[in-house]
């Protein structure tokens, strides 16, 4: 490594940055100095973005991915994929689902043994993967048959039991203690549990559990589910209680605060929520469709006693790579939110035709069969790899182009910086960044653009980051 070099400049044809001498590699492959890919001297800077590390923001969880579904196709892979999804893509984040004694619509009861040993699998080999445990998301798709009006999981509309007139409540409580401790008798110890996956959603095709925004004839309310289940784990001998998401509504829109006004703040530590409502609807929605509907639940969170924001399921019908960038974009600096998690990290193929569901796909249950890494899980990368929890974002303004967008994480320590930019544009811009004085060593670029470039390391030259059309690119700034 060099020396610390001071970033100040905009960084302009012949200033700014250079890591080591005119040739050969620096740190993570980059070349330094100009040239190459029509980087560098090739074009001229029409925007450029500056850091503001005084300005701080939220401070990250992480990224991540769900594995609820299509559990089988990856908990007995022995290949590289668990490299592939949690050190190169770089999540933090597992969301899995709550099936304990729910593994079929109906049938069992409180006695029924443990036998998610697929979850069990995947958590294991991401673990070994990693160097240490993913953090886990655990949510709810439905309590087993025995707790639900209707008797089932899934397939008819269902809410809690009720006895004597009374939702079982308590018994709900218990039933989630219940999965906590037999989940992490297997090594599967949850940082964060979600008590039921859209309370405010129903469909036949899967397990769901309507909770009401507050109690009434028809369904249980979501607000004396939580409080019960709170009060459960705080009464507890548990040796790890997780912390509380919620509500994990279908939306943005106002459901939240419609939910969050019969949630007691002391009852959860996360206000929770996907995508699938609050802006534009479609196959692939305008990101920037969303800004009123994050606007809101970040004002609804700052009043709730200014609790963090996880947004915690998001995949439209056919997400494109820059669209799926885009949304993360404006979730973490509209929204603020402290982790963004995709819907799904892995999937089956889709149908002929239809765009892929997951980052990943997968074949078939077969170990042995074939996986295809797919564009948005680059769109993901770009966030994920050079970042990790406990970076805090930090003020970062684009002047010179609005479609060049921008957000930029301080490490900890604030000795490195990660910048990502967007070029939203059907045209080309040249950007160049002023950290406002930080001090760095060793500088990457990674960029995807086109059909071919995903996260590719580009020369840095000049301090200059040519963005195509379309692309997207992150600054990795280190000692």
């Known amino acids: 490594m060099g020396a610390g070099l001071g970033l100040a400049g905009c960084g302009g044809a012949g200033g700014g940055l250079r890591v080591g001498g005119t040739g050969g590699a620096g740190a993570d492959g980059v070349t330094p100095g100009q040239g190459g890919s029509g980087v560098g001297g090739s074009g001229t800077v029409d925007v450029t973005v500056t850091v503001a590390a005084s300005e701080q923001h939220q401070t990250l969880v992480g990224f991540g991915g769900a594995v609820a579904f299509y559990t089988n196709f990856l908990s007995g892979r022995t290949d590289d994929i668990f490299k592939v999804l949690f050190v190169d893509m770089g999540i933090d984040i597992l969301r899995v689902g709550n099936w304990y004694q729910n593994q079929t619509a109906s049938g069992t009861t409180p006695d029924t043994a443990f036998t998610d040993s697929y979850t069990v699998a995947i958590v294991q080999k991401a673990t070994a993967a990693m160097g240490h445990p993913p953090k886990i998301l655990m949510s709810s798709w439905s309590p087993p048959g025995y707790l639900k009006s209707n008797g089932v999981t899934k397939g008819t509309r269902g809410t809690l039991l009720q006895s004597a007139g009374a939702y079982q409540y308590d018994e709900f409580a218990d039933w989630w203690v219940r999965s906590i401790a037999a989940y992490t008798a297997q090594g599967v110890v949850p940082d964060y549990i979600s008590i039921q996956n859209e309370p405010d959603f129903f469909n036949t095709g899967w397990e769901t559990c309507q909770l009401d925004t507050a109690e009434d004839t028809t369904n249980a309310g979501y607000g004396r589910a939580l409080d019960a289940v709170s009060a459960a784990i705080a009464a507890s001998t548990l040796a790890a209680r997780p912390q509380i998401v919620g509500p994990e509504t279908a939306g943005a829109n106002n459901g939240v605060q419609r939910y969050l006004n019969n949630m007691a703040t002391g009852s959860f530590d996360v206000l929770a929520h996907h995508l699938y409502s609050g802006g534009m609807a479609g196959n692939d929605p305008a990101p920037d469709s969303f800004a009123t509907s994050m606007t809101n639940v970040a004002n609804a969170a700052s009043n709730a006693g200014g609790k963090p924001i996880f947004m915690t399921e998001f995949a439209p019908q056919s997400p494109t790579m820059l669209n799926t960038a885009w949304m993360i974009q404006d979730a973490l600096t509209t929204e603020g939110v402290a982790a963004y998690i995709y819907w799904g990290l892995i999937w089956a193929p889709p149908a002929a035709g239809a765009a892929p569901a997951g980052l990943v796909t997968i074949a078939g249950a077969d170990a042995a069969s074939a996986y295809t890494i797919n564009d948005t899980y680059y769109a993901m990368k770009h966030f994920a790899r050079w970042t990790d929890p406990g970076w805090v974002r930090v003020g970062a303004t684009a002047n010179g182009s609005a479609a060049v967008r921008a957000s930029a994480f301080v490490s900890p320590d604030g000795a490195s910086l ?32 086109g059909d071919t470039e995903r996260a590719a390391a580009v020369p840095y030259g000049a301090a200059a980051i040519p963005l195509p059309a379309q692309s997207i690119a992150t600054l990795v700034l280190t000692p």
């Open 418 to 449: 990660t910048v990502v930019l967007l070029n939203t544009d059907s045209a080309d811009h040249v950007v160049s960044v002023d950290t406002g004085g930080g001090a760095f060593g060793n500088a990457a670029v990674y960029r995807t653009s």
